[in-house]
């Protein structure tokens, strides 16, 4: 009995260390500011090596054509800050079913061109860590062809040698399928099933190599339900890239945040299932494997005109077209090293916000406002993908992070930031950044239970 009794009380004292160590971490955290200083470019723990998460970085490579300060080159690339890089995008020819380059002068050496296959799949020497695969697909290519090659075999084994070939041709380590998206934009209904089909056959082309099989879906449930058998793609897929951003834009006509972690009380029942935790919540009950799953956090803010300037909250009444950036320039859109630049103007200063619904940032100035991602959104996002045991989380996309570090911080201060997030929580420490409306984090709560029951026992 006293040997029992000496173990309680053990298994007590280290519970309470346990939620002191939790509460401390989240106090310290919180006295800590979210920006970044340029000293972090040298510290370990801000990079992937620091933890055993993968962080997969997309890379826009049309980036290479935007205006000075923006331009993003295979040389801007910073392979320790990422586990995978996907280069985007390739396209299909529907002529023969068959992968190509949608911009040889870029991706190709031919005609004296810029070689970005190559230069970025060289990284992996320098870098054995990482993984370079090809997306294939994107919002600009549509879904109509997809569509046909996926719904006839004989197109869909003739894509399944082309894209092993292609890999091999050019030295990628996977594929990464960006339909955009089964059943809609031009697609059919057929397309649920025949994109698993599709990515079966895949799967078959690639037995016999270690080439990954990756895909980008949809976040929202409208497009879940109509374009994948979750269940089904799990089986033949390495990875899942959930593209957990666009989930308001100008096309509401109302304000709204890009990628919200979690839903406002306040919001309709059809906004509250848009967010994060909806979208992973809805997924794990359609049978998605956590380990499998990669979570999408934006590099970029969506930009409103609002309607009436002294109407700035979250849901006011906003036009269907928008302001752009000096780089992206994109209507409606901005990547986050427009958006620090705004941050630091003096002359005509931006109010900025702090949602603690959706644990998410805006800001407005006059008839401008923006929903846009931070230090402090983006460690919450890495930290919920942690705790849910999530494969890691994926950007969209590198070429709009602060990669020059012209906001007075390190290069890729979000980058770094959900790196050092998840080595944080590795190490069993939360980043502070939670909302104030927020209990403690789940696995706190837990403790304080079980320290609670022993002293009820003692």
Sequence with gaps: MASERREVRASERMALTLVAMAVASLLVGKAISSELSVATEARRDFTVHSHDKKVVCYWGTWANYRPEGGKFTPDHVDATLCTHLIYSFAGLDSGNWTMKSLDPWMDLEDNYGLAGFKK???????????????AIGGWNEGSAKYSAMAKDPKARAAFANSALSFLQKY????????????????????????FILLIKDLKAAFANTDLLLTAAIGAAAATIDVAYDVKQMYKYLDYVHVMCYDYHGKWDKKTGHNAPLYPRATESTADQALNVEFTLKYLLEKGAVPEKTVLGVPLYGRAFSLLNPNSNRMGAPAKDTSFQGPYTREDGFMG???????RLNREAPWEETWDEE?????????????????????ALKAEFAFDAGLAGVMTWSID???????????????????????????QGIY????????????????????????????
């Excluded at 290069?411 to 929580?425: I, S, V």
Aim: charge should be negative; proline fraction near 6%.
């Design 120 to 134: 970025a799949t060289s990284l992996k020497y320098k870098h054995p860590h990482l993984k370079v695969s090809l």
């Design 171 to 194: 030295n990628f380590d996977g594929l990464d399928l960006d339909w955009e998206y089964p059943g809609k934009r031009g697609g059919s209904p057929e397309d649920k099933e025949n």
């Design 336 to 342: 986050y090293n427009e958006i620090c630049v705004e």
């Design 358 to 378: 959706h644990a998410a940032p805006y800001m407005f100035r006059g008839d401008s406002w923006m929903s846009y991602d931070n230090e402090r959104s983006v």
């Design 400 to 426: 709009t992070d602060d990669f020059e570090g012209i906001c007075n911080g390190p290069k890729f201060p979000l980058l770094r930031t959900l790196n050092h997030a998840l080595h944080n929580r590795e």
């Design 431 to 458: 980043s502070g950044a939670s909302s104030t409306l927020q209990v403690l984090p789940s696995t706190v709560f837990l403790l304080s239970l079980l320290a609670a029951s022993h002293l009820a026992r003692a």
